[in-house]
């Protein structure tokens, strides 16, 4: 219920945590799994996702056989996030797009990225020194920009890299034809 | 450390996770994954019903990094003053990896060392959203009556 008076019934933090919470186990793991940019252990996991070290390792399994996570060691055995299928979920993203959204993606995308250019006068923002730019109050707004920059470069390569893929696949089809 | 662009890659399956965590609560009346001029963020905004009428729009805004850095950012705006505070993991030279940027400009000088929960949603769960729920009941007892 919203509110007219003091903020009692404003609870955030208490709606999220239970909802979390409230997860089965499975997601709750995946959760974690997510989260595993450094590898670690079964009761680590465990521990982060609230749940028994045997429920913990049955969905760890489970989800190395799907490719979400790798098996780092085996003795000790820990696991950390797969990145190269997290890389390949994304690209069957891009994969559904009907060619005229890959294309007004990629140009919206191809503004941006001039804009970037423009802003710092660089080429890339690898070339940029982020404290001519900045006071030393406000530099980590300009990493914060560099950074925006840079994902905006690794969009773009990916969507080349679907685009070029269907560009094959389609001479492909018309050869066939 | 660098000064230049820190090269890490957006981690979208968090973020996607998140966003669909903040969409199950009534405080919130909206998520936006990357919206325009947003391309790494999660934009949590909050339902305006909740706090008092002089405070214009209160949101939250996410970034999330593959190799563990994050960055939470809350946005509020009252009588037409901005402000903003920030909770960042990122190597840098003037704090430790966890740390804060405190109201009202999350400015850099002002930053405080932190050590936060090992995941995201956690620090979400444990740091943020109390301090969110906090910062909502003090507006109420400046302005609300």
């Known amino acids: 219920m919203p509110a007219d008076g003091p903020g009692e019934e404003f609870g955030l933090a208490e709606g999220f945590s239970a909802d979390l919470d409230a997860e089965p186990a499975d997601e709750r793991v995946y959760r974690v799994a997510l989260q595993l940019y450094d590898p670690a252990g079964v009761s680590e996991i465990a521990e982060r996702a609230s749940c028994a070290p045997d429920t913990a390792r049955r969905h760890l399994k489970r989800l190395a056989d799907i490719g979400v996570v790798e098996r780092v060691s085996e003795s000790p055995l820990t696991f950390a996030r797969n990145e190269s299928y997290f890389e390949w979920r994304l690209r069957n993203r891009l994969e559904a797009l009907s060619r005229d959204e890959l294309h007004e993606r990629l140009t919206e995308l191809t503004e941006r990225e001039s804009a970037f250019r423009e802003r710092f006068d660089a080429e890339s923002p690898t070339d940029v020194d982020a404290l001519h730019h900045a006071e030393y109050d406000d530099i980590e707004t300009v990493w914060l920009a560099l950074s925006e920059w840079h994902t905006v470069r690794e969009r773009i390569d990916r969507l080349e890299a679907v685009r070029r893929g269907r560009g094959s696949d389609l001479s492909a089809e018309e050869n066939a034809a | ?145």
């Open chain 2, 1 to 145: 450390m660098t000064e230049s662009a820190p090269s890490r890659s957006v981690d979208e399956a968090t973020l996607r996770y998140l966003g669909r965590a903040f969409g199950r609560r009534d405080e919130v009346s909206q998520t936006s994954l990357f919206p325009a001029n947003k391309p790494e963020r999660l934009a949590v905004t909050l339902d305006a019903e909740y706090y008092p009428e002089l405070v214009g729009v209160v949101s939250l805004e996410l970034r999330a990094y593959t190799n563990g850095d994050f960055h939470v950012s809350y946005h509020e705006t009252r009588a037409g003053d901005r402000r903003q505070c920030r909770w960042d993991r990122h190597d840098q030279p003037h704090n430790t990896r966890d740390h804060f940027h405190p109201l009202p400009d999350a400015d850099t000088t002002a930053a405080v060392d932190r050590s936060y929960a090992t995941d995201l949603t956690r620090v979400i769960e444990g740091t943020v959203l109390p301090w969110v729920d906090e910062r909502v009941g003090s507006l109420w007892e400046s302005d609300g009556r």
